[in-house]
């Protein structure tokens, strides 16, 4: 059960030097859970994924995954572009 442990911090200690590398450490834990969300939902779409998609999978409120990836947004990090297939819709796309 230790090594179980300090897999687990070794794993943190890697995450926090990523975020500090990547610049993410201003990002509040809701923006970070909805930025690792879009990565995540990212690999298994390269042409974006919907915003329903990002709701569903991070498991927060709509209306907290609209405000964060408006900051997001204009903060660089992603790109919004509304969806072909339905008008309603917007992609989100890692920017690059």
Do not use: W
């Given at each position: 059960?230790?090594?179980?442990?300090?897999?687990?911090?070794?794993?943190?200690?890697?995450?926090?030097?990523?975020?500090?590398?990547?610049?993410?450490?201003?990002?509040?834990?809701?923006?970070?859970?909805?930025?690792y969300t879009i990565i995540v939902r990212s690999e298994c779409n390269k042409f974006g994924?919907?915003?329903?998609?990002?709701?569903?999978?991070?498991?927060?409120?709509?209306?907290?995954?609209?405000?964060?990836?408006?900051?997001?947004?204009?903060e660089g990090i992603i790109k919004l572009h509304q969806s072909e297939e339905d008008a309603?819709?917007?992609?989100?796309?890692?920017?690059?």
């Amino acid at each position: 059960m230790r090594e179980f442990y300090k897999n687990i911090n070794d794993a943190l200690a890697m995450l926090d030097g990523l975020e500090k590398d990547l610049n993410l450490r201003h990002l509040t834990p809701n923006e970070l859970k909805v930025f690792y969300t879009i990565i995540v939902r990212s690999e298994c779409n390269k042409f974006g994924s919907n915003i329903s998609d990002i709701v569903e999978n991070s498991g927060m409120s709509r209306s907290t995954v609209y405000k964060t990836l408006k900051k997001l947004s204009l903060e660089g990090i992603i790109k919004l572009h509304q969806s072909e297939e339905d008008a309603r819709e917007s992609l989100v796309i890692l920017n690059n």
